[in-house]
């Protein structure tokens, strides 16, 4: 999930601000008129805490609601957050939706409802929700928990509908005012309505030189007229001027009103123009344009070109033919082209989506269209999993990122149209990288959790969903969940002979004994699975991992030499493959061990080079591990101050990731040393006051504090003088309780 001040595609985890920030998206075409009707929307949110400005689809809601947003920006000190619902099919990852629109990253097994409760209460930040009608009665309860319990929050919706919440205050946005033209108004002095204004300004941008004049101005009004002022359908029929003159459009306007006007007696008058627009331009398009409309509804939000021209291609459409007739399509504002984060993107307006969608159900080719869009994500996701160990890395991470609207839609036609469980298994334990290394453990263990419910007799697909699951929820702490879903990945590798599921298992045990302080049993663990997947030749990013989580088991027993050339071996193999993922982690334990024997300047190196990669790759348990030591460093380099706002800071994103570094003696004895250090040289109060300081920063600032090189001496808050580095090894047992031999290196 992102953060509340995104940095990257894949390192947007933010999880409070104070900037006045947000994500709203930069328009890219001029916004003509509604100035009374986005002040009127202004207003209301001055007055109520929810508003929802409803209309028909095309009437410009979502246009209107974010003009409104971006006026509004700076009277919320903890930003505007725009939360694009239209994709979200499945009313149990609305909340995950809103998470991850706010950027926020939290790695333990509460719901995300309550995640976002807790980061919410006390800021003072503006949510958009675009497009919540078909999510209606679980946005309604979202919104209602969320206004409930976090008192500085205002949400503005936007729906063909309302919610029903109490408190909700209604804006129905009508269509810009489009009068008929008088008999005996005089052509060149008669104002402009806005809807006119606004076809002009979309017309010139796809007929250079386009104005309105005496010679056009009432055919103009007239066109403006009979749509009715839609927005939508305004920019529908400016697009038709690239191959017809004014007065064609025209014709061919009333020509399809006559053909296409029906449906239901009870529909709104509005909605019935809005599809008789569509369907004009709809019938104006070549055979093989309607065609290709109505094939790429298959897509949930953004695809590439390469993905349509797989899933659409077919009989009367071949896919040598499809960059053209989507040239054509982008041409005529049917499909929108947007730069994603891992490259040019496309689109189909909801709208448009769903016209495409009742065409392509009446060919009888939608079941067919369905399973090529299965076919091809799944060799995505195959593709994504292979070069995660490579130096596409980070492409992949933004790959995914851009990915996961029509990732779930493949989950979802896996998970409910398949006879058999193998696909659904094979793609939630496929994607584990996509759930552990770019931040989505809550999303993973969602789509793991309905997966395995199912039955299959392909026992490889489940047993790598239950080592995939069992990780997961290591990583969020449920010990209970990962203990079960590991024994019966034991099990089943005993039963079947499986050496992969075996190594797999014993890899992950391995890290629950680990972060539960059984040492020497995950040490045990760590290398008999690193001794199993040299047997079967396995090398990747997991394997690695391995590596260096056995270097950090044998580190918390005194061998810090050992653990150095663990991890020196684990870097040379990431830095031959590009990987970067698994390298942070032994990053991690060469920078603890640089510290511990006094070189600060090597281990801010190591910090300075692995957190920033952490945390682009949105890993919480990296980047707060990093933050961790970077404290020490900063302690020891004579910056007390400047080390408690550290502390704060990391303490604030251990409430994301579970219990405070695991709850495990050994990953806590140096924080608690260094906290008894900073306390001595600052006093309580100074302390307190630098640590609240850092717990105050989103990650996204607490970041960029930690990697902040100081030209000379301490920062402001410092007052102390160097300080010797962190007892490690064995833990001390002063103050914890538990057990431990108080070795120290």
């Known amino acids: 999930m992102r953060g509340f001040h995104g940095t990257g595609p894949a390192g947007r985890e933010n999880q409070a601000t104070g900037r006045g920030s947000g994500n709203l998206p930069a328009e890219l075409t001029r916004f003509i008129g509604r100035h009374t009707e986005v002040g009127s929307i202004v207003q209301q949110l001055t007055e109520s805490r929810l508003v929802t400005v409803t209309g028909v689809g095309g009437v410009g809601k979502s246009r209107c609601a974010m003009r409104a947003a971006r006026e509004l920006q700076e009277r919320f000190c903890d930003g505007v957050w725009l939360v694009e619902l239209a994709t979200v099919r499945d009313a149990e990852l609305l909340d995950h939706a809103v998470v991850d629109a706010l950027g926020l990253t939290d790695h333990t097994g509460r719901p995300p409802r309550t995640v ?41 919706a936007t729906g063909r509908r309302p919610l029903g919440v109490t408190g909700e205050r209604l804006y129905p946005l009508p269509p810009l005012a489009a009068p008929a033209p008088r008999p005996d108004e005089e052509d060149a002095s008669a104002p402009l309505s806005e809807a006119a204004w606004l076809f002009a300004d979309r017309a010139a941008a796809v007929l250079p030189g386009f104005a309105i004049g005496a010679e056009n101005y009432r055919v103009v009004a007239e066109l403006c007229h009979r749509l009715d002022g839609i927005p939508l359908a305004l920019e529908l029929a400016a697009g038709r001027l690239r191959t017809l003159s004014l007065g064609q459009a025209l014709d061919r306007l009333g020509d399809r009103f006559r053909l296409l006007v029906g449906g239901s007696r009870d529909a709104p008058h509005h909605h019935q123009t809005m599809r008789t627009a569509i369907g004009w331009s709809h019938e104006l398009c070549t055979p093989a344009q309607r065609l290709l409309w109505a094939r790429l509804s298959v897509f949930a939000g953004h695809f590439d070109l390469e993905a349509a021209e797989y899933v659409c291609s077919g009989p009367d459409l071949g896919a040598d033919e499809v960059l053209d007739v989507l040239t054509e399509l982008v041409a005529q504002s049917v499909v929108t082209r947007e730069d994603g984060a891992s490259g040019v993107r496309y689109r189909l307006l909801e709208t448009l989506r769903a016209y495409g969608a009742d065409w392509l159900a009446a060919t009888g080719d939608t079941a067919r269209l369905r399973r090529r869009h299965r076919d091809w994500y799944t060799g995505l996701v195959t593709w994504c999993e292979l070069e995660w160990f490579s130096p596409r890395q980070a492409e992949v991470a ?95 590798a005993e039963r079947t002979g499986s050496a992969r599921a075996a190594a797999y298992a014993d890899h992950r045990n391995g890290c629950l004994a680990l972060i539960s302080d059984e040492t020497q049993r995950a040490e045990r663990l760590l290398r008999a699975a690193l001794d199993r997947f040299a047997e079967i030749g396995e090398l990747n990013s997991d394997v690695l991992m391995c590596q260096a989580q056995l270097a950090m088991a044998v580190a918390f027993q005194g061998d810090l030499a050992g653990a150095v050339g663990l991890c020196e071996e684990a870097r040379r193999i990431c830095e031959e493959h590009g990987e970067q993922w698994a390298r942070t982690y032994a990053l991690y334990v060469l920078g603890f061990a640089a510290w511990s024997r006094g070189d600060t300047v090597e281990a801010r190196h190591l910090m300075e080079t692995s957190l920033p990669v952490n945390h682009a790759f949105r890993d919480l348990v990296g980047t707060v591990l990093a933050l961790e030591l970077l404290a020490g460093v900063t302690a020891t380099e004579g910056d007390p101050g400047e080390a408690a706002v550290l502390q704060g800071a990391a303490a604030r994103l251990w409430r994301s990731v579970g219990m405070r570094l695991f709850g495990s003696v050994y990953f806590n004895a140096p924080h608690v040393q260094c906290e008894r250090l900073l306390r001595r040289q600052l006093g309580t109060a100074r302390f307190t006051e630098c640590f609240e300081e850092g717990r105050r920063l989103d990650t996204d600032a607490a970041v960029a504090r930690a990697l902040r090189r100081r030209a000379a001496g301490p920062t402001s808050s410092g007052t102390g003088t160097p300080s010797a580095p962190a007892a490690v090894g064995r833990p001390d047992r002063g103050g914890t309780g538990r057990r431990g031999g108080g070795q120290r290196a």
């Open 116 to 156: 976002l409760v807790e980061r919410l209460a006390g800021r003072r930040l503006l949510l958009v929700l675009d497009g919540f009608e078909h999510l209606v009665e679980p946005s309604a309860e979202l919104v209602h928990d969320l206004l409930r319990r976090a008192p500085g929050l205002r949400v503005l």
């Open 398 to 492: 933004r790959r995914i990122e851009d990915e996961m609207p029509n990732l779930r839609a493949t989950l979802e036609f896996a998970l409910d149209h398949e006879r058999d469980a193998r696909l659904a298994l094979y793609l939630t334990g496929t994607l584990w990288f996509g759930w552990v290394g770019c931040g989505r453990l809550g999303e993973g263990a969602h789509w793991l959790g309905r997966a395995l419910q199912l039955e299959t007799e392909h026992e490889e697909a489940r047993l790598k969903a239950l080592w995939v699951a069992g990780y997961v929820a290591v990583l969020r702490g449920d010990t209970v969940s990962a203990l079960s879903a590991l024994h019966e990945c034991q099990e089943g």
